[in-house]
C-alpha cells in the first residue's frame, strides 16, 4: 500500500522560501506510471494545485505560481519536494503531496495527510 | 483559464439522493475526477473518468458527464456522506494544467 508524508517547517517568514518534502513509501517512486504532485489549500477554501514532476525531471506548474516554484525529485530517497519563494501571507495553507497515474487526465488516487504552513513573521 | 463553477451547498435528508454539479465549457470533451473531503481530512477519490469507481467506494457513488456539466450523484444519501466534494478536470489546453471547481457543501439534514 503507497503512502505519501509531507515534511517541513510549519511556520514560515515573509519573503523568505517555503520548502516541503514528500516521502513516498511502499512503491517506487521511479516506477514510471506516476506523476507527483503538490497540492495546497487555504484554511476554509478550495483546492490549489501547484504543480507536479515526473521521475525523468519534467515538470508542470500552475501559471499563477509557476515564477515562485521549483519541483524536484530525488529517485534515491523516494521523495520529492516543493520549493515556494517569496512567500507572504497568501501562501498560508495545508500542502498535500498526491500521486497521479499518468495517461491523459488522470486523477489524484493518493493523497499525503497534509502539512500546515504558516507564513508569519 | 479554465472554470469549473459548483454550487458551494447542497442539502439532502437521509436516505434521499443528492446530486452536485461541476459546470465548464464543453466538460463533456474532459475526463472529471471527483474528491470527497471530510473536516480536517486530506480529499479522498470518489469517481475518476467520469463515472468509474475507486476500489472501496460504495456503489451508491455513481458520475455522469455531458455537454457543460459534469454530475455526482449520491444514493441513499447517509450521514456519513457530510464533506465538501470537489470536481477536477485537466485543462489540455494549457500544458495539461490541473483545474478544480470550488467545491460543494454537501449537508446532511
Known amino acids: 500500500q503507497v503512502q505519501l508524508q509531507e515534511s517541513g517547517p510549519g511556520l514560515v517568514k515573509p519573503s523568505q522560501t517555503l520548502s516541503l518534502t514528500c516521502t513516498v513509501s511502499?512503491?517506487?517512486?521511479?516506477?514510471?506510471?506516476?506523476?507527483w504532485s503538490w497540492i495546497r489549500q487555504p484554511a476554509g477554501k478550495g483546492l490549489e494545485w501547484i504543480g507536479r514532476i515526473y521521475t525523468s525531471g519534467s515538470t508542470n506548474y500552475n501559471p499563477s505560481l509557476k515564477s515562485r516554484v521549483t519541483i524536484s525529485v530525488d529517485t534515491s530517497k523516494n521523495q520529492f519536494s516543493l520549493k515556494l519563494s517569496s512567500v507572504t501571507a497568501a501562501d498560508t495553507a495545508v500542502y498535500y503531496c498526491?500521486?497521479?497515474?499518468?495517461?491523459?487526465?488522470?486523477?489524484?488516487?493518493?493523497w499525503g495527510q497534509g502539512t500546515m504552513v504558516t507564513v508569519s513573521s | 483559464s479554465y472554470v469549473l463553477t459548483q454550487p458551494p451547498s447542497v442539502s439532502v435528508a437521509p436516505g434521499k439522493t443528492a446530486r452536485i454539479t461541476c459546470g465548464g465549457n464543453n466538460i463533456g470533451s474532459k475526463s472529471v475526477h471527483w474528491y470527497q473531503q471530510k473536516p480536517g481530512q486530506a480529499p479522498v477519490l470518489v469517481i475518476y473518468?467520469?463515472?468509474d469507481r475507486p476500489s472501496g467506494i460504495p456503489e451508491r457513488f455513481s458520475g455522469s458527464n455531458s455537454g457543460n456539466t459534469a454530475t455526482l450523484t449520491i444514493s441513499r444519501v447517509e450521514a456519513g456522506d457530510e464533506a465538501d466534494y470537489y470536481c477536477?478536470?485537466?485543462?489540455?489546453?494549457?500544458?495539461?494544467?490541473?483545474?478544480f471547481g470550488g467545491g460543494t457543501k454537501l449537508t446532511v439534514l
Open positions: 477536477q478536470v485537466w485543462d489540455s489546453s494549457s500544458d495539461h494544467d490541473v483545474v
Open positions: 473518468y467520469d463515472s
Open positions: 498526491a500521486r497521479e497515474p499518468t495517461g491523459a487526465g488522470g486523477a489524484f488516487d493518493i
Open positions: 511502499g512503491g517506487s517512486i521511479s516506477s514510471g506510471s506516476y506523476y
